[in-house]
C-alpha cells in the first residue's frame, strides 16, 4: 500500500514536499516515481528513481522539483519548489519491483497511491 500526503493550495513560487509511505513491502529494492494528472489531460511522469538511484525528471519540472527516499522510512518524496499555476494537478506515487530504465513510463507500475491534490493559485 502506497499513502500519499504533503497536498494542499499554495501560491505562485511557493513550495510544498509530497510524501508517499510505503507499507507491507520495502521500498529499497524499487524503482519509485511521481506521476501527475491535471484536470482535463492524461496523467504524466513527474520524477522517477531507478533502484540504483540513477533520476530522471520531466522537462518541465527540471530544477525545481527533487525526488528522495529514505529507506530507514520506508517513505518517498517530492519536494517541489517554484511552484506554477501549471503544476496544479493530482499526484501519484508509484513503485514496481527492481530496477527499470524507462521508470516513466507509467504502464510498468503495479503500485499506486490514490493521489494527492496540488493546486497552485493566487
Known amino acids: 500500500q502506497l499513502v500519499e500526503s504533503g497536498g494542499g493550495l499554495v501560491q505562485p513560487g511557493g513550495s510544498l514536499r509530497l510524501s508517499c509511505e510505503a507499507s507491507g513491502f520495502t521500498l529499497d529494492y524499487h524503482t519509485i516515481a511521481w506521476f501527475r494528472q491535471a484536470p482535463g489531460k492524461e496523467r504524466e511522469g513527474v520524477s522517477c528513481m531507478i533502484n540504483d538511484g540513477r533520476i530522471h525528471y520531466a522537462d518541465s519540472v527540471k530544477g525545481r522539483f527533487t525526488i528522495s527516499r529514505d529507506n530507514a522510512k520506508n517513505t518517498m518524496y517530492l519536494q517541489m519548489n517554484s511552484l506554477k499555476p501549471d503544476d496544479t494537478a493530482v499526484y501519484y506515487c508509484?513503485?514496481?519491483?527492481?530496477?527499470?530504465?524507462?521508470?516513466?513510463?507509467?504502464?510498468?507500475?503495479?503500485?499506486w497511491g490514490l493521489g494527492t491534490q496540488v493546486t497552485v493559485s493566487s
Open positions: 508509484a513503485t514496481l519491483p527492481g530496477p527499470f530504465v524507462g521508470c516513466l513510463v507509467e504502464l510498468a507500475y503495479p503500485n
